[in-house]
């Protein structure tokens, strides 16, 4: 089974800090992406990565970043955390059969 | 890019009611489109999709949706709902020809009742 684990459930942080999310998938899969969800607005896609080191921006990529050193590892940054940023995030990956598979979230609560 | 609109917050019926939920997308090449679930306090799941072939295709729990061209369509349907079926639903596209991201539409609360 395709297994895409997240570092953090749930995450409490204060204003201005920097915040790593991070993001494994077992299956060597080369598309990684992050999601945040917010209720009334589903989930909207912030970075996406189709190889080591590439990334594309996604719809709502201000004030985040990525980075993707290795193909099992996309790691989600938030520079300087705002409180606009609370949120849950998810990470997925995607089989070459177009399946996609999400993490469990991280719930992410900007004090 | 890509977009999918889901044009119903919510939608309730009657458990053994036949149930839709609706999607819409644009895409500038050939659409991939899917369907995940998200049960509450669970992440989400993949129900079903469609890259190519027959228009009506089958997933998981008994869920179906079909592909329609010419509207842009791509609704899920089941013949008869359960009270376990309530769940949030997305609806999720990719261009076929430019495959790297995948974007979602807002989400359809189902909301099945006994």
Known sequence: DVKVTQSSRYLVKRTGEKVFLECVQDMDHENMFWYRQDPGLGLRLIYFSYDVKMKEKGDIPEGYS????KKERFSLILESASTNQTSMYLCASITQGN???????TRLTVL | AQSVAQPEDQVNVAEGNPLTVKCTYSVSGNPYLFWYVQYPNRGLQFLLKYITGDNLVKGSYGFEAEFNKSQT???????????????????AVRDGVNNNDMRFGAGTRLTVKP
């Open chain 1, 66 to 69: 990525v980075s993707r050193e």
């Open chain 1, 99 to 105: 399946e996609q598979f999400f993490g469990p979230g």
């Open chain 2, 73 to 91: 369509s791509f609704h899920l349907k089941k013949p008869s709902a359960l009270v376990s079926d309530s769940a949030l639903y997305f609806c």
